[in-house]
């Protein structure tokens, strides 16, 4: 199975954010190709979620949100800070929608 390149794929993300009337940004570039991605999606301050990837049992990509609630978004930065720290190569996504919305077109497993 061919992989999109990560930048394709994160610049195909924040297209979709932002025909949604939402604002979307690259907080962290990673490596361009094969980069891991989290989303944050940032509701208000104090609501904030964050989605992660994660493979199902056929090896698709499906996305998890993070934490069962939605988070107060000093605690979404700072889970973010120490994953970059293990991985040099994570690209971190904001989108800023007050509907909460993630635009993400795989499967999303919110808990």
């Known amino acids: ?3 999109v390149r990560a930048d ?3 610049d195909a ?3 979709r954010a932002e025909s949604g009337l939402a ?3 690259v907080i962290r570039r990673g490596d361009e190709h094969a ?3 989290l989303v944050k999606v940032v509701k208000s301050r104090e609501v904030c979620r964050l989605f992660v990837p994660q493979r199902d049992e056929t090896g698709e990509r499906i996305w998890v949100q993070h ?3 939605a988070c107060d978004e000093r605690e979404i930065d700072e889970y973010c800070q120490r994953r970059v720290r293990s991985d040099p190569d ?3 996504i904001e989108i800023e929608d007050r509907q909460g919305r993630h635009f993400l077109t795989e499967p999303v497993e919110e808990i």
């Open 35 to 37: 980069g891991a991605v």
């Open 90 to 92: 994570l690209w971190i």
């Open 23 to 25: 604002a979307a940004y």
């Open 8 to 10: 394709f794929w994160v």
């Open 1 to 3: 199975m061919m992989q």
């Open 13 to 15: 993300l924040i297209r």
């Open 67 to 69: 934490s069962r609630e």
